[in-house]
């Protein structure tokens, strides 16, 4: 199977990405899949957190690169990309939107919109023969996957302009110290380190969460009052919600609180 999915009881979805879905993510054979495997987990109410993966030396390798040939003989180029980044998009917006938290378990090579892809999850472990690049310079195109806007918000605004214009590919070693990667394991504990992020992340309410990671996304264009208004907001309607009556139940009872 080119995706494979693996649900526990406890509610964590791994996704892998495997064989030439992980070498030729971004091919409209591929990638149609994957978007429909995140989305049924995000869309999913017993799914807490997704794990998404990739298979052997690759966690995703990017663009189908035959695909990209024919696509400049048959004067459609423009076409492919638009078709593409028609279902990348969304996708991504949908990662950073939904209260599903995802871990990004990066087994190998993260190139082009596979970067995209586990830049967008809200943590990245990593093993240690992972490594990440960009990709895009060599092939006389501009960045994308949202690339440009989620790596700056990690690693800082001019390492991020250094990756980019030195086309550099980082090891996994060099991710974790400019701070693309959260964690940094073997390759033999990869899932089961992912997975246990992926519980602890998920265990809040999940208005706790979706707000968490709307604000932590929106303070870089906010000022700061904006940013104040908002939060009370967003406070505001979590003072309605059923977890958080728990919360404080469970302060006062001194016992750990069980958000649904």
């Known amino acids: 199977m080119p995706v494979l999915i693996d649900t526990s009881d406890n509610g964590i979805s791994v996704i892998t990405m495997s064989g030439k879905t992980s070498k030729q993510s971004?091919?409209?054979?591929?990638?149609?899949?994957?978007?429909?495997?995140?989305?049924?987990?995000?869309?999913?109410?017993?799914?807490?957190?997704l794990v998404l993966t990739g298979e052997g030396?690759?966690?995703s390798a990017g663009a189908d690169i035959q695909a990209f040939a024919q696509s400049i003989e048959d004067h459609d180029a423009p076409l492919l990309i638009r078709k593409l980044t028609g279902i990348l998009h969304p996708l991504l917006l949908r990662m950073r939107q939904?209260?599903?938290i995802c871990i990004a378990a990066i087994n190998g090579a993260c190139a082009g919109g596979g970067l995209g892809l586990?830049?967008?999850c809200d943590a990245r472990v990593a093993s240690k023969g992972a490594k990440m690049a960009a990709s895009y310079s060599g092939m006389g195109l501009s960045p994308d996957g949202g690339t440009t806007w989620l790596l700056p918000?990690?690693?800082?605004?001019?390492?991020?302009?250094?990756?980019?214009f030195e086309n550099s590919i980082w090891s996994a070693q060099q991710a974790f110290e400019y701070?693309?990667?959260?964690?940094?394991?073997?390759?033999?504990e990869l899932i089961e380190k992912a997975c246990q992020m992926a519980t602890l992340w998920s265990s809040w309410g999940q208005h706790t969460k979706e707000a968490t990671k709307h604000l932590l996304d929106v303070q870089s264009v906010n000022d700061f009052e904006t940013h104040l208004r908002h939060e009370r907001t967003l406070i505001e309607a979590a003072g309605t919600t059923a977890a958080f009556k728990e919360?404080?139940?469970a302060f006062l009872d001194k016992r750990k609180p069980k958000f649904d």
């Open 26 to 49: 971004f091919s409209l054979e591929f990638l149609p899949m994957i978007a429909d495997a995140i989305d049924t987990a995000l869309s999913d109410v017993n799914i807490r957190a």
């Open 57 to 59: 030396k690759f966690f």
């Open 98 to 100: 939904s209260s599903t």
């Open 118 to 120: 586990a830049l967008a």
């Open 153 to 164: 918000q990690l690693v800082g605004s001019q390492i991020s302009r250094r990756f980019f």
């Open 179 to 188: 701070g693309a990667i959260d964690e940094l394991v073997e390759s033999d």
């Open 247 to 249: 919360g404080v139940s």
